[in-house]
C-alpha cells in the first residue's frame, strides 16, 4: 500500500512538471507572438520568430493602422510613400476591389489591369486629371483633396443648396467606391490611379458610374444659368481646376466642333467622360482637362 501511494505522488509530480512546462512554452509564444515584429508584404503581415524566418501559417491582415492620425500636411513626403505602401489596400472593400464584375471585363490579363499596357499618350491624360485632383500639390490624391476640388466649384454661389450637398455626396461616393475608407493615411498615388482608371474602363458597371460629378461641374461655372457655358464661364471652370485662363481660351475653341461659342450640359459631360475613355489622339476632348502633363 506505501508503495502504490510513493508511485502515486510520483507520477503526480511528473505530471505536474509537463503541464508548467507546456504552459511555460505557451506563455513564451504568445509573449513572443504580441512583441514579435511584422512582417509585411503590402497586403498581409506575418508574425516571425526571426527577422528572416516567416510563418504563413499565422498572416494578419491589414486592416487600419491604429494610432492618432496626423494631418496630412505634418508628414513627410517619403514617408507619405511608405505609408501608402504599407497600405495599399487599405480601406478599400474586399470583395469589390479589382473585382472583374459579373465577368463583364473587357480583359483578363494581369498586366493590363495596372495601366501600362495603355499608350503613353493616355497615361499622359491620366497623369494631367491625377494633378489637378491633387490639389495641395503633395503628388498624391487624398479624401481633402476631394473635398477642396469641390468646395472651389461649389464656393462660386452658382449651385443652391440642394445641388451643393449633392455634390458633396456624390464626391464622398465616388471616393468610397474607388477607393474606400474616408482615411488621413489612405493616399492614391499616380501609378494607382493609373491602375484604378484601367480597371474602371474595362469594368461596364463602374464605367458608367465614372464622373456623375461632372453635371455639378456645369451647373456650378453656368453663372447665368442658361444651360449653356460660354468662352468666360469655361476660364471659370479652368480657374477651378487651378488652370491657366489663356489655356481655357484656346480649348474652348478647338472643342466647340459647331462653333457656336457656347457647350451644352451634353456636350460638357461627353467631353469630359471622353478625355477618359479614347485613346485617340485625334479627339478633341484632350484639350477639355488642360494641358497635358509630359512624362
Known amino acids: ?6 508511485r502515486l505522488g510520483v507520477r503526480s509530480v511528473i505530471s505536474l512538471e509537463r503541464s508548467a512546462v507546456v504552459t511555460s512554452t505557451s506563455v513564451q509564444n504568445q509573449f513572443k507572438l504580441i512583441h514579435t515584429k511584422p ?5 498581409v503581415c506575418y508574425l516571425n520568430d526571426s527577422p528572416h524566418q516567416v510563418h504563413p501559417a499565422h498572416p494578419v491582415r491589414v486592416h487600419q493602422l491604429q494610432g492618432p492620425h496626423p494631418q496630412k500636411s505634418h508628414l513627410d513626403l517619403a514617408d507619405r510613400g511608405a505609408l501608402r505602401r ?5 480601406g478599400r472593400p474586399e470583395t469589390d476591389r479589382r473585382k472583374q464584375s459579373d465577368s463583364e471585363s473587357d480583359s483578363d490579363s494581369d498586366t493590363e489591369c ?12 491620366m497623369h494631367t486629371v491625377h494633378n489637378i485632383l491633387d490639389v495641395d500639390k503633395d503628388g498624391l490624391i487624398s479624401f481633402n483633396d476631394f473635398v477642396l476640388f469641390a468646395e ?5 454661389g452658382h449651385l ?7 455634390f458633396s455626396d456624390i464626391i464622398k461616393l465616388t471616393w468610397e467606391e474607388q477607393w474606400g475608407a474616408i482615411d488621413p493615411y ?5 501609378e494607382q490611379y493609373l491602375e484604378d482608371m484601367h480597371h474602371v474602363l474595362n469594368d461596364k458597371t463602374l464605367k458608367k458610374k465614372a464622373h456623375r460629378w461632372l453635371p455639378y461641374l456645369f451647373k456650378a461655372v453656368d453663372k447665368d444659368k442658361s444651360g449653356y457655358i460660354s468662352v468666360n464661364e469655361f476660364k471659370l471652370f479652368f480657374e477651378c481646376l487651378g488652370l491657366n485662363n489663356d489655356h481655357a481660351a484656346v480649348a474652348f475653341a478647338v472643342i466647340d466642333i459647331n462653333g457656336d461659342g457656347k457647350l451644352s450640359l451634353k456636350e460638357f459631360v ?18 477639355f482637362w488642360g494641358p497635358l502633363i509630359e512624362i
Not at 495596372?114 to 491624360?125: E, L, T
Not at 489612405?186 to 499616380?190: A, E, G, I, S
Open 152 to 156: 472651389r466649384f461649389k464656393s462660386l
Open 270 to 287: 461627353e467631353l469630359g467622360k471622353d478625355f477618359f475613355f479614347t485613346e485617340d489622339e485625334s479627339r478633341v476632348s484632350k484639350m
Open 39 to 43: 512582417t509585411c508584404n503590402g497586403v
Open 86 to 90: 504599407y497600405s495599399k489596400h487599405h
Open 1 to 6: 500500500m506505501a508503495v502504490s501511494l510513493i
Open 186 to 190: 489612405n493616399f492614391v498615388t499616380v
Open 160 to 166: 443652391d443648396e440642394k445641388q451643393a450637398k449633392e
Open 114 to 125: 495596372k495601366g501600362f499596357d495603355r499608350s503613353d499618350f493616355w497615361r499622359r491624360k
